[in-house]
Nanobody, 120 residues
Framework: VQLQASGGGLVKAGGSLRLSCAGSGRIAHIATMAWYRQAPGKQRELVATITSGLSTDYADFVKGRFTISRDNARNTVYLQMNNLKAEDTAVYSC???????????????WGQGTQVTVSS
């Protein structure tokens, strides 16, 4: 099982980016999916989560600007980021609880990070 993130890049303050993270391999079911970020010299922080039932939750610092969504048929989670600020600059990583095979056991997986740089 792998998670592959994409969509990062360089954008000016006030601009938008859309991140994607697709799961591949032997996947029976994906429960909660999430986006985290880590800025240089700072600890990793949770940005947003979405359950398999499409319930969402956001960190206060992105509420009203970022939207998390998912396509269960494609095992993919998205993060639409609008009105980006310089302080949003970080490496963004996806995370998911994934069931493989027939046993009702979930393992936690991380995708590789994708760099988001917002110029002021």
């Amino acid at each position: 099982v792998q998670l592959q993130a994409s969509g990062g890049g360089l954008v000016k303050a006030g601009g938008s980016l859309r991140l994607s993270c697709a799961g591949s391999g032997r996947i029976a079911h994906i429960a909660t999916m999430a986006w985290y970020r880590q800025a240089p010299g700072k600890q990793r922080e949770l940005v947003a989560t979405i359950t398999s039932g499409l319930s969402t939750d956001y960190a206060d610092f992105v509420k009203g600007r970022f939207t998390i969504s998912r396509d269960n048929a494609r095992n993919t989670v998205y993060l639409q980021m609008n009105n980006l600020k310089a302080e949003d600059t970080a490496v963004y990583s996806c995370n998911a609880d994934i069931q493989s095979g027939g046993a009702h056991v979930y393992n936690n997986y991380w995708g590789q990070g994708t760099q988001v740089t917002v110029s002021s």
